[in-house]
């Protein structure tokens, strides 16, 4: 079990734990998988309670940095990582914060020109073998809203998958669960066609390897989404 360096005392006994092993966290101290003791062997070296002690586990187990186990050979461990769950927290806290859908839009294009411009260079046979294969369902849902929306943000987080940097694919994921219903919304069997050519575009600047030509796709793709998506509110807001 790794020595902890105790962070600086917060008001609650059970914050500056949590303090401390967040810390310790960040600072590399501590990694995935690590094992820290049990509920009773922390509030002894915190010089705590066991309830100051329970209480720190909990509210650490809920962000995700520990996972504890009871009955024999249980205890407290450094829990694995998970894009899901990030991905998933991330998309609840932006529909909390009450994001606009422009300011959603304006990020998913930053995010998906590196992503493009990456899966260029890095992507695999398998990764390009899936792109294919996702253009293909989307040319058959052209009339399917819903369904075409569905497999439409699957080709775009594939391209973030084959990009390999984990940071994007998470971000993006969280993206997509707030654009879904604005896209699900918006589309229809012309604007589906248009997407599905911008896709196939793509998809030839990533197998042909030429990373600036698929970061300047997704920007044009991405832009006229944009332009389609707000124009009507946008004159709504226009004065008489």
Same mark, same amino acid.
């Given at each position: 079990?790794?020595?902890?360096?105790?962070?600086?005392?917060?008001?609650?006994?059970?914050?500056?734990?949590?303090?401390?092993?967040?810390?310790?966290?960040?600072?590399?101290?501590?990694?995935?998988?690590?094992?820290?003791?049990?509920?009773?062997?922390?509030?002894?070296?915190?010089?705590?309670?066991?309830?100051?002690?329970?209480?720190?586990?909990?509210?650490?187990?809920?962000?995700?940095?520990?996972?504890?186990?009871?009955?024999?050979?249980?205890?407290?461990?450094?829990?694995?990582?998970?894009?899901?769950?990030?991905?998933?927290?991330?998309?609840?806290?932006?529909?909390?914060?009450?994001?606009?859908?422009?300011?959603?839009?304006?990020?998913?294009? +930053?995010?998906?020109?590196?992503?493009?411009? &990456?899966?260029?260079? =890095? @992507?695999?046979?398998?990764? /390009?073998? *899936?792109?294919? !294969?996702?253009?293909?369902?989307?040319?058959?849902?052209?009339?399917?809203?819903?369904?075409?929306?569905?497999?439409?943000?699957?080709?775009?987080?594939?391209?973030?998958?084959?990009?390999?940097?984990?940071?994007?694919?998470?971000?993006?994921?969280?993206?997509?669960?707030?654009?879904?219903?604005?896209?699900?919304?918006?589309?229809?069997?012309?604007?589906?066609?248009?997407?599905?050519?911008?896709?196939?575009?793509?998809?030839?600047?990533?197998?042909?390897?030429?990373?600036?030509? +698929?970061?300047?796709?997704?920007?044009?793709? &991405?832009?006229?989404? =944009? @332009?389609?998506?707000?124009? /009507?509110? *946008?004159?709504? !807001?226009?004065?008489?």
């Amino acid at each position: 079990m790794p020595k902890l360096r105790l962070a600086p005392r917060p008001a609650s006994l059970s914050g500056h734990i949590a303090a401390t092993i967040r810390e310790a966290l960040f600072s590399g101290e501590i990694r995935s998988g690590d094992f820290l003791g049990t509920e009773a062997s922390l509030a002894g070296e915190f010089g705590v309670s066991r309830m100051a002690s329970r209480d720190a586990l909990r509210s650490l187990a809920a962000t995700g940095i520990v996972e504890v186990r009871q009955g024999a050979g249980g205890g407290v461990r450094v829990a694995p990582g998970n894009l899901e769950r990030f991905g998933d927290a991330l998309a609840i806290q932006l529909q909390l914060l009450g994001v606009k859908e422009l300011e959603v839009i304006e990020a998913q294009m +930053a995010l998906e020109a590196t992503s493009a411009e &990456l899966a260029a260079e =890095r @992507s695999t046979s398998s990764d /390009r073998k *899936r792109l294919r !294969r996702l253009v293909e369902e989307s040319a058959d849902l052209v009339r399917e809203p819903e369904r075409f929306t569905t497999s439409a943000l699957g080709f775009h987080l594939a391209i973030a998958e084959a990009s390999h940097n984990r940071i994007l694919v998470a971000q993006l994921t969280a993206l997509h669960h707030v654009l879904r219903p604005l896209y699900a919304r918006r589309t229809n069997r012309d604007v589906a066609a248009r997407v599905v050519d911008a896709h196939a575009q793509l998809l030839r600047r990533i197998e042909s390897r030429d990373g600036a030509g +698929a970061r300047r796709s997704m920007c044009f793709h &991405l832009e006229g989404v =944009r @332009s389609r998506g707000f124009a /009507r509110s *946008r004159k709504k !807001r226009k004065p008489a």
